[in-house]
């Protein structure tokens, strides 16, 4: 293909890019607006008929999405599906019909690290902005889950548990994490559709699922029995 088609190509990309940027981020978007996205995106990249994921497990994502990538904007998250799709990012673009939030994650950082490629030069004589510190990514996480108690939806959950799993905090107790997480889920159970009960039983019993759940659980547990000991 002659160079200057690539360009323009690169140039197109870069204009949609720098367009995306300007939409509403997901923390203010509609639940039902990202729901879409997801929806068109699973589309793309083959995701069809019965491999689609449940009602349930869409929502899940949707709230994951507004708590992990509060400030994204939505057109970003279009984007990233669309570059996914077209083999565009540095992540195998086959979901073998699983589109699960673990895949959905991986997209994520995808798009994330080509995003950083995409900055105007310009930037990079600007000064650089300073990394938040870990402690105060925990600090601000604990103030988030003092406020909702919800072990479920824990502000940069995940991000968390990484930094305090590094530091040897949590992650020593994998079976009474997983007991609780287990006595958490299935309290749903006596309250829910029976069409809901059937979708908490399935992800009892999502090792994928429970291995993030379990993550946030032990966050959660942390900040009850040993954070500001």
Not at 40 to 58: D, N, Q, R, S
Request: hydrophobic residues 35%.
């Amino acid at each position: 293909m002659p160079t200057n088609s690539l360009t323009t190509r690169s140039q197109q990309t870069l204009s949609r890019f720098m367009e995306a940027k300007k939409t509403v981020t997901l923390i203010d978007a509609e639940p039902a607006q990202i729901s879409n996205v997801i929806h068109k995106g699973m589309i793309l990249l083959g995701v069809k008929g019965e491999k689609l994921p449940t009602a349930f497990e869409i929502t899940y994502m949707v709230q994951m999405l507004r708590q992990e990538y509060t400030n994204l904007p939505i057109g970003e998250l279009n984007l990233a599906f669309e570059l996914m799709a077209t083999n565009k990012l540095d992540e195998n673009p086959e979901t073998y019909q699983n589109f699960s939030v673990l895949y959905l994650s991986r997209l994520m950082g995808a798009y994330a690290r080509w995003a950083i490629n995409q900055q105007p030069k310009k930037q990079e004589v600007q000064q650089e902005v300073p990394e938040v510190p870990e402690d105060d990514i925990i600090k601000m996480s604990y103030e988030a889950y003092t406020k909702n108690r919800s072990w479920e939806h824990i502000f940069m959950g995940l991000k968390v548990f990484k930094i305090l799993h590094k530091r040897g905090l949590v992650g020593n107790n994998i079976d009474e994490i997983v007991n609780i997480t287990e006595e958490a889920i299935k309290k749903d159970l006596h309250h829910v559709s029976h069409e809901q009960r059937k979708e908490i039983k399935k992800n009892l019993q999502d090792d994928e699922y429970m291995e993030l759940a379990c993550r946030r659980m032990a966050v959660a547990k942390y900040f009850e029995n040993d954070y500001n000991k």
